[in-house]
């Protein structure tokens, strides 16, 4: 997107918010845990991925992001836009790394941390309440920073990636796993992650990849997705039944479906996939 063309950040912000207010997700998931016969106090990472990796594949995708990331036991990670923390718990829990977590979501970072607590992570992994276009760190605090399904509700990719630049530190890698534009074409709303227009913002892959060259990354990878999503889908799809008790259909909120068939009729259309990028920092 033209630089002169960004939209009131403010009003995107509220958009967000609003999105993602998560209206009685703490009660919804411990309700879920229990009718799994499971109890907050034993609830292991594992048993929580099916509803806190908010993004297409879930632990599966982010394990596959992950062996591309070079995490070594005490790293020092910051997940961007971490949603209720599935992916920094996952991180932290299979390698021994150390994750902040930021979101922008108030309602998802408080739900974050007491998940966190749950599962006995809260010594390796933290939140807080931030902007992705202005991280409260200093420069060059983190290794490694991860971004799973932020990118859409982010206007200005360029902007976004000189301050994740910023943070991460030479020699480091950011992976990221956005849901891009890969050819001409629209999709309906709701879609998962916003309501209308006033907070989506597909980019094409060239747009990040220009983005991140731009603020200094360099490519090491770029995957499109498109057909792990599709496989996705159609296990989902071949499910009989109700869902399981725990699952995205909580994050999601009411309009689960339509949010979920809008995105599957762009992604079978070929207009949208799930891309992985990894870049690596230089040692200049
Ligand atoms: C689809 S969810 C993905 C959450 C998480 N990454 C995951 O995969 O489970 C998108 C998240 O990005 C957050 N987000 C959107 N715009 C943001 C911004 N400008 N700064 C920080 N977080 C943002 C939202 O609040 C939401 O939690």
Redesign the pocket.
Known sequence: MDHAAQPDAGRVIDA?VDH?AGQGLLGAIEAAIIESGKSPETVTVDELGPVD???IGGPVATAELCARLNLGRGAAVLD????IG??ARFLAATTGCSVTG????PA?VAVARTLTAWTGLDDRVRYEVA???DLPFEDASFEVATQ???GM??ADKAALFVEVSRVVAPGGRFGLYDIMQVSPGEHGFPV??AGDATSSFLGEVAEYRRGLEAAGFEIVTIRDRRAFASAVFASLGAARGAPAPLGLQLILGPQAPEKIANMVAALDAGVLAPVEIVCHKPVR
């Open positions: 967000v993602y990796e908010f993004h961007i836009g971490c949603g599935g992916t930021i979101d922008i979501s998802f902007s992705a276009l799973l399904h932020v509700n982010i998962p992650w």
